[in-house]
T-cell receptor, first 115, second 111 residues
Framework: GAGVSQTPSNKVTEKGKYVELRCDPISGHTALYWYRQSLGQGPEFLIYFQGTGAADDSGLPNDRFFAVRPEGSVSTLKIQRTERGDSAVYLC?????????????FGDGTRLSIL | SQQGEEDPQALSIQEGENATMNCSYKTSINNLQWYRQNSGRGLVHLILIRSNEREKHSGRLRVTLDTSKKSSSLLITASRAADTASYFCATDADSARQLTFGSGTQLTVLP
């Protein structure tokens, strides 16, 4: 069945460039989450959407990071003026709603490498 | 920031043995979840235990939760080589919907 899809699977770019990472959640899931995972660590929360609105963006590290979900389905994470420290795997997850006690369904991530 | 710690950081066992992983966390929670991650892949949800539950089973998995100690354990019985992966605990806190993950246990099951 269709799970969470993330594209591209790998992205290599130079420091200072702009990147966009895309997430297609499971159809019908209203809650969408972005996490970032560094090597050897667990994922760290960035931002989550309930429908079209960002319900909590407290995990975004600085104003170079921005995410949108204009129609309540696909989401795009945007990073401006990339830095080498932005290199990580960016994971997207979705759940049917943002109510309590629901598991999250993860995509395979985008591996971002900033040279 | 990471919510807590898993221990051990790495565990290597023989096929057929049981594997136990522990997780500690810091804040009050709605639930605690365990996820598995194969190398280069996303996380797969294994089991969710609510804050008012003490023990839960799913197939070869057994999870316990002690909210007074803010700790949980995951037991995998009769392990298989295919269980080789990283295992993460994650908490869903009272005031937030996002998950806060531990640093994970790398489990290797030798055939």
């Amino acid at each position: 069945g269709a799970g969470v899809s993330q594209t591209p699977s790998n992205k290599v770019t130079e420091k200072g460039k702009y990147v966009e990472l895309r997430c297609d959640p499971i159809s019908g899931h209203t809650a969408l989450y972005w996490y970032r995972q560094s090597l050897g660590q667990g994922p760290e929360f960035l931002i989550y959407f309930q429908g079209t609105g960002a319900a909590d963006d407290s995990g975004l590290p600085n104003d170079r990071f921005f995410a949108v979900r204009p129609e309540g389905s696909v989401s795009t994470l945007k990073i401006q003026r990339t830095e080498r420290g932005d290199s990580a795997v960016y994971l997207c997850a979705s759940s049917p709603t943002d109510r309590e006690n629901q598991p999250q369904h993860f995509g395979d991530g985008t591996r971002l490498s900033i040279l | 920031s990471q919510q807590g710690e898993e221990d051990p950081q790495a565990l290597s066992i023989q096929e057929g043995e049981n594997a136990t992983m522990n997780c500690s966390y810091k804040t009050s929670i709605n639930n605690l979840q365990w996820y598995r991650q194969n190398s280069g892949r996303g996380l797969v949800h294994l089991i969710l235990i609510r804050s008012n539950e003490r023990e839960k089973h799913s197939g070869r998995l057994r999870v316990t939760l002690d909210t007074s100690k803010k700790s949980s354990s995951l037991l995998i019985t009769a392990s298989r080589a295919a269980d080789t992966a990283s295992y993460f605990c994650a908490t869903d806190a009272d005031s937030a919907r996002q998950l806060t993950f531990g640093s994970g246990t790398q489990l290797t099951v030798l055939p």
